[in-house]
């Protein structure tokens, strides 16, 4: 699962990808609340093995989506992606929901 912080425009997140002969790169968005599905604009590179995908988008705080690249109909890449302010380190599915005394 990748995290990315809402707060921010701009998103970067790093994965291995299936194969490594990409020449462009199809990036869908599923929102699993809205069951919206939406193509986003992004820039990559691959250093190192490791594929680097930049791309801009407004997210709102408990955003939960799935994620699939793609080139030419060929999966090179799938997996959730969950949008919140918390670090990752630190990240309580019910933080802020109750007190516990």
Known sequence: ????????ASHSIKLIPRF???TAITFDLY???TQENTSVANAFN?????LTLDFDFTFSEDDK???????NDVVIYRD??????QE???YKLTKGLYDYE
Do not use: C
């Open 88 to 90: 990752p380190q630190d």
């Open 80 to 85: 959730k992606l969950h949008a919140t302010s």
């Open 20 to 22: 490594y002969e990409i």
């Open 31 to 33: 929102n699993e609340a």
């Open 46 to 50: 691959v250093v190192d093995g490791i």
């Open 1 to 8: 699962m990748k995290v990315i912080n809402p707060n921010n």
């Open 65 to 71: 989506y799935q994620i699939k690249l793609s080139e």
